[in-house]
């Protein structure tokens, strides 16, 4: 319960989940529960075939936002970290060597940290001091050695430096790798075209950028490629096979989907093919307009990219006294401000930009607010901070 | 009582959810009366979800689904009311 007095919310947390979610998305989700409720692929009763429907439509919903050419290549996750964790761990074997970004989330991490104990190599390209990686360098780094694939994140949650993934698809390509995408930073924040990316792996959240709700993301896999799949089980059909059916989208969705996430998704995605545009411009001014007042505030360093450089809409700062969590607890308490102080499990990108033991205070950006959010909370920094 | 007169029919079945409905929607776009029923056992291991549509119609939908991209699995062709 809500402590009395405590001011409205003014959301600044969108690099972490959006909030609130369009109305499209809260319809979708109680009409998928109402009135497609049977399990989807199961059975051919109304309510199964409502369900399997619902998940039909979402997916071409999905695939017609983000460009992808066949939508049965776009498979339903859990989230990005599964999607990356399917991807990452269906494809590297043992012996395998990975090129990847130091500005890497631990959804990335993680997987690439367990798997080297198993035996595939990792390298680390290191980014610059705004967090951006560079292209070049990757490139020198591939050619050293054979690689599988190259890893690299779209945006930075940490700095929203935006990573140069066509130019890495083309080196990753003409080495004989892979390139794989964690797009949790950049889809719905910017215009993702995955068919002309060339990215052969592309993950995204569904719940950041994409406004749906949570639980529920999505993983391009390029028709070239054939991950094992993260589980196995039942798949509506083919029942008499022993094994997991090898077609997609059933190979990767094993079990029962997450209709009404799913059904919220496909109806954020129709909502952003319409509005999409408009909130993409809206978040620029906005992120243009925080990162200048941000710069006027004395003991404040801004990470990531210079000013008037493109940037997804994230900005963490660090202030030289003032440890960051104990700015969030003030923006929270006294002013209704959300924001995301730490390490936003993204270690290796604090590390890359120096900010390792100081964590840093992030404001995501995006749908909802207002030039007088901005304001709001800049003036709410300047007072807590001056 | 007599019973309806039996219609012949022919019954699509596909290898995939994804494919059965994305044809549903690539017939039923094209005009074709169809309806959706569980896939009959004699066309054997595939998704649970086929598409029954009147045996006349049965090259404009075939016709239908390869301009669509949709491949199916199997047919059978059953008396039904």
């Not at chain 1, 070049?136 to 945006?155: G, K």
């Amino acid at each position: 319960m809500a402590e009395s007095g405590a001011p409205a919310t003014v959301y600044f947390d969108h690099a972490a989940t959006s909030w609130p979610k369009p109305d499209a998305v809260l319809d979708a989700m109680r009409a998928a529960i109402l009135d497609a409720g049977g399990n989807p692929g199961r059975g051919a009763h109304r309510l199964a075939v409502a369900a399997s429907r619902t998940i039909l439509e979402a997916r071409g919903s999905v695939a017609r936002l983000l460009c992808v050419p066949e939508p049965r290549d776009l498979v339903f996750t859990a989230g990005c970290t599964e999607g990356l964790n399917l991807a990452i761990k269906g494809l590297l074997r043992p012996g395998d060597r990975v090129v990847v970004s130091s500005m890497e989330h631990n959804a990335v991490a993680r997987p690439l940290n367990m798997l080297a104990a198993a035996g595939v190599i990792v390298d680390v390209v290191r980014a610059d001091r705004y967090g951006r990686i560079d292209a070049d360098v990757v490139e020198r780094v591939v050619a050293q050695s054979q690689t599988r694939a190259v890893i690299c994140q779209h945006a930075s949650n940490v700095t929203g430096s935006i990573q140069p993934v066509g130019d890495l698809a083309d080196i990753a390509h003409a080495a004989g790798a892979l390139l794989m995408v964690d797009g949790a930073q950049a889809a719905g924040h910017m215009r993702v075209d995955i068919g002309a990316l060339g990215a052969d792996v592309y993950a995204s959240s569904g719940h950041k950028g994409l406004l749906g709700p949570q639980g529920v993301g999505v993983l391009y896999l390029s028709p070239e490629i054939e991950p094992d799949e993260l589980k196995q089980g039942g798949s509506g059909g083919n029942s008499e096979d022993p094994m997991q059916p090898r077609l997609r989208p059933d190979r990767y969705e094993a079990g029962t989907s997450n209709t009404p996430g799913i059904a919220g998704l496909g109806a954020a995605a129709r909502y952003l093919a319409h509005n999409g545009a408009g909130i993409i411009k809206l978040e620029r001014e906005l992120t243009a307009r925080m990162y200048e007042g941000l710069l006027g505030i004395d003991g404040l360093r801004v990470l990531g990219p210079p000013p008037g450089e493109e940037r997804a809409p994230v900005l963490s700062v660090v202030h030289e006294r003032i440890e960051c969590d104990r700015i969030a607890f003030e923006l929270d308490r006294n002013y209704g401000i959300a924001v995301r102080a730490g390490l936003h499990c993204a270690p290796w990108a604090h590390e890359s930009v120096g900010t390792l033991e100081s964590g840093a205070l992030r404001f995501g950006i995006g749908y909802g607010l207002t030039a007088e959010d901005v304001d709001f909370a800049l003036a709410a920094m300047r007072a807590i901070c001056g | 009582m007599s019973s309806p007169q039996r219609r012949p029919y022919v019954v699509f079945g596909f290898a995939s959810t994804h494919d059965a409905l994305s044809g549903e929607a690539a017939l039923v776009a094209a005009g074709l009366q169809l309806t959706v029923m569980p896939t009959p056992k004699s066309l054997g291991a595939l998704c649970g979800i086929a598409l029954r549509l009147a045996e006349a119609d049965v090259s404009l939908a075939e016709e239908t689904l390869a301009r669509a991209g949709v491949a199916w699995s199997g047919q059978v062709r059953i008396l039904d009311r």
